[in-house]
């Protein structure tokens, strides 16, 4: 079954500052259930973007960090979060040693760092995809692009002109 996307969304963020609200705004739409997948090469922002999620979420973001050594950390507060950095994942095989696939199951928001080492069969069928790209000293270009329904429904809420 193919899965239904909009046309991707593209933005310039210039500092760790803006990325951070960036990740705020999408934190303060996000409701249980939702994924969002993060790609890009190191420091191009997608734990700085994680903090803003929490924050946005109504939890302290000084508490994301990378979980790069636990594969999974959790963050509970107003929704619960579930933080996801497969950086050291190997093999597709060790993914079931996770325990992310009971992420999936509606209670947590889930954010995927490294997403792109994820095996598509374990995506469901609704998330975020979000890219950072370098394009310069400060400047990160960011490709975000709604696979699903709900997806779709915040990826409209966010962009400009959609208030």
Same mark, same amino acid.
């Given at each position: 079954?193919?899965?239904?996307?909009?046309?991707?969304?593209? /933005?310039?963020? &210039?500092?760790?500052?803006? &990325?951070?609200?960036?990740?705020? %705004?999408?934190? $303060?739409?996000?409701?249980? @259930?939702?994924?969002?997948?993060?790609?890009?090469?190191?420091?191009?922002?997608? %734990? &700085?973007?994680?903090?803003?999620?929490?924050?946005?979420? @109504?939890?302290?973001?000084?508490?994301?960090?990378?979980? &790069?050594?636990?594969?999974?950390?959790?963050?509970? @507060?107003?929704?619960? /979060?579930?933080?996801?950095?497969?950086?050291?994942?190997?093999?597709?095989?060790?993914?079931?040693?996770?325990? /992310?696939?009971?992420?999936?199951?509606?209670?947590?928001? *889930?954010?995927?760092?490294? #997403?792109? $080492?994820?095996?598509?069969?374990?995506?469901?069928?609704?998330?975020?995809?979000?890219?950072?790209?370098?394009?310069?000293?400060?400047?990160?270009? *960011?490709?975000?692009?709604?696979? @699903?329904?709900?997806?779709?429904?915040?990826?409209? #809420?966010?962009?400009?002109?959609?208030?």
């Amino acid at each position: 079954m193919a899965i239904e996307h909009m046309e991707p969304w593209t /933005l310039a963020l &210039t500092s760790s500052s803006q &990325t951070k609200t960036f990740g705020s %705004t999408i934190g $303060r739409r996000l409701e249980r @259930g939702a994924v969002i997948t993060l790609v890009g090469e190191l420091g191009s922002g997608k %734990t &700085t973007f994680v903090r803003g999620v929490a924050l946005g979420a @109504g939890l302290d973001p000084h508490v994301v960090s990378s979980p &790069t050594f636990t594969f999974i950390q959790e963050y509970v @507060g107003p929704l619960m /979060l579930a933080h996801v950095d497969l950086y050291r994942l190997e093999q597709s095989t060790e993914l079931a040693d996770t325990g /992310l696939a009971e992420y999936f199951n509606g209670d947590f928001v *889930v954010l995927i760092e490294w #997403a792109d $080492r994820l095996p598509a069969a374990w995506l469901p069928d609704d998330y975020l995809s979000i890219h950072f790209l370098h394009t310069g000293k400060n400047i990160r270009r *960011v490709k975000v692009q709604a696979f @699903g329904p709900r997806s779709r429904g915040l990826l409209h #809420a966010i962009m400009p002109g959609s208030r």
